[in-house]
């Protein structure tokens, strides 16, 4: 197994700052089942969220919704996601079926108010064209209130190529570039499909290649980083990000960013 690679294992993942060997981003993905409840206690931390299938009904200290989520896979549609400040209890109960859900998480102080994050709020991106074309939602970005996270989901087309051309945010040198740390959390449509992601740096000194499967996780530590959809197997992926400056600031490989234009 790469050492970027972390295998999904019974409809779960988890990533710490530990395990990882970084210093921001944790992530967990898991299933909860018809009648189940988790719960989640945010310390230090900031927390979104995001019901990747599924209805669930959350509370968070004194505040409550009840519906939270609806889509049957995570191909259908923008998201519902919870926000979290840290210092907070986090009960998240499955009424009405299995839901699965992801959490990002990163160290916050203060963070922002608790609030639930419906599809009407994300914002859609359409981003490359032909065989590179993705679609994007924008959960919690930097137009979006929070301390320390940034969030999103790409939905890649069969076949197509996605995070393409590669790009690199390992050095903090804003507004040119930001450090950050992020997981790539892979879903497939089919899932006997698979996908491509490489993580790779100018010098080579980190170059690595792995094929990822529906519920793996690939770490990006620094670097250039892409990814492709085998022909025949659509892709979602789930990125959360965190690092010292709260900004997406990126730079392009020089080798391909003529793409671009």
Known sequence: ?????????????????????????????????????????????EACIVVITGRCAVRIGEVGWPHVGERVSPFDGPPHAIYAPPGMTVEIAAHSGDVEIAIGSAPATRGEPARHIRPSDTRREVRGMGNMERTIHHILMEDAAAESLLVTEVVTPAGNWSSYPPHKHDTNDPPNETQLEETYYHRLRDTRGFALQRVYTADRSLDETVAVRDGDLVLVPRGFHTVSAAPGYELYYLNVMAGPVRRWCVTFDQEHEWLRR
């Open 1 to 45: 197994m790469s050492s970027l690679l972390v295998r999904g294992q019974d409809g779960g993942v988890s990533v710490s700052p530990e395990s990882a060997g970084w210093r921001y981003v944790s992530f967990n993905a898991l299933r909860i089942s018809s009648g189940g409840r988790f719960e989640l206690e945010t310390a230090g931390s």
